[in-house]
């Protein structure tokens, strides 16, 4: 999983997988999405795909990108204590707020 979160540090990374969040896509339609060259997609999504984080199928002449959840799952399972732990934080901050007397307008 540390492998993972390395990989998801690099911003770029993470706009690739918004975006095939959405829907599959090839490189081109990444390249004009992110604004970035074709060589710097392609260098991202060759680093995601050796983290399992995408796949690739052919077609024809284009290869069509799409995302793996699996390692995803991985890294929800590690954060769901520190979602529990923020969820707890906030339910005391909505007991002090509700506590807290009202101001007269």
């Given amino acids: ?3 993972t979160l390395e990989v998801l540090a690099e911003p770029h990374r993470r706009q690739i997988l918004d975006l095939l969040r959405e829907a599959e896509r090839p490189v081109g339609d990444l390249v004009s999405a992110l604004g970035v060259s074709q060589p710097g997609v392609s260098k991202h999504l060759r680093v995601l795909r050796e983290a399992g984080l995408v796949e690739v199928r ?4 284009r290869r069509i990108y799409r995302v793996r959840p699996e390692p ?3 890294l929800d399972e590690w954060l769901a204590p520190y979602r529990f732990m ?13 506590a807290m007397p009202d101001e007269a307008d």
């Fill in 1 to 3: 999983m540390s492998h």
């Fill in 58 to 61: 052919r077609d024809a002449q």
């Fill in 72 to 74: 995803l799952r991985d």
């Fill in 86 to 98: 923020w969820g707890a934080r906030l339910g005391d901050l909505e007991r002090h707020l509700d």
